[in-house]
């Protein structure tokens, strides 16, 4: 196994929470798949309020260094709009949601660490998303009305629906479906 046993742990996390969600799982779960006993878990993490706040924490260093990624890679606001939603099809292939999302289905069951770095995760999003949106609307590459915050708000909002609908579904179209629409009223 190349990687350690910390992050084999927070990938197993990562892959229950987004299919079950935070509070569809135990120790038990994440010992079974890894193949370690549960005291080796409560050994990096003591609690599963612990679990949780790593969880968060990789994710948004995860999306930020992925976002870093988008805008070293093109300065077309167009395509980085496509390169972001393909950051929200990947859980979506395997029918899950994105970890943001279903930790946002069990907010009153976490710790306020967790909280915090959910509302930093989706405020990410959206800073980025109005950047985008306003570099392309100045250069007259994205064309929409109103301000760009609420657009930004209404891009992600349609990402996350569309991963819920995909999901509950179990169809993948769904979400292309809804994120082609959303390239297709900005140009």
Known sequence: MNKNTEEVILDTAQSIVQEYGFNGFSYAHIAKKVGIRTSSIHYYFPNKEDLGEALIVRYYNNFMASIAQIDAETTDNIEKLRKFIQLYSGPVQEYCT???VMLATD???????????????????LDWLKRVLDEGRNEGQ???????????????????GAQLLAR????????????????????
């Open 107 to 125: 907010l009153a069951s976490l710790s306020g660490q967790t909280l915090d770095g959910i509302a930093k995760l989706f405020t990410s999003n």
């Open 168 to 187: 509950s579904f179990r169809d993948y179209n769904r979400f292309n479906l809804i994120a082609e629409g959303l390239i297709a009223a900005l140009i």
């Open 98 to 100: 994105c970890m943001g």
């Open 142 to 160: 994205l064309n929409f009305s109103g301000s760009s915050e609420t657009v930004a708000h209404q891009f992600l909002a349609s990402l996350q």
